[in-house]
């Protein structure tokens, strides 16, 4: 089993910056991959961002070149800085953790990007 905690998120400008973590703890040893998804309302998840254990990173289009996604492997912490915010960035994100086994999920934290 692996636990997720996120932190970060809130309320920002459009133009902004914001910071989201998640710390995994429990059976990390199993984790293959870390990523964030965003739900907004009247929509499905999407991806956001998605990092391998080796460093290779995958980002939807519509955040690339604003949204950096970073991973800690000792810490087993997973990160997403998030510049030049957009009204259209609003969403719950959700963190996300794959093992060969099944997908974790993390609380979700609300960010909110006034125009």
């Known amino acids: 089993q692996v636990q997720l905690v996120q932190s970060g998120g809130g309320l920002v400008q459009a133009g902004g910056s914001l910071t989201l973590s998640c710390a995994a703890s429990?059976?990390?040893?199993?984790?293959?991959?870390m990523g964030w998804y965003r739900q907004a309302p009247g929509k499905q998840r999407e991806l956001v961002a998605v990092?391998?254990?080796?460093?290779?990173?995958n980002y939807a289009d519509s955040v690339k070149g604003r949204f950096t996604i970073s991973r800690d492997n000792i810490k087993t912490t997973v990160y997403l800085q998030m510049n030049n915010l957009k009204p259209e960035d609003t969403a719950v994100y959700y963190c996300?953790?794959?093992?060969?086994?099944?997908?974790?999920w993390g609380q979700g934290t609300q960010v909110t990007v006034s125009s």
């Open positions: 990092i391998t254990t080796g460093g290779a990173t």
């Open positions: 996300n953790v794959r093992t060969f086994t099944r997908d974790y």
């Open positions: 429990g059976s990390t040893f199993n984790i293959n991959t």
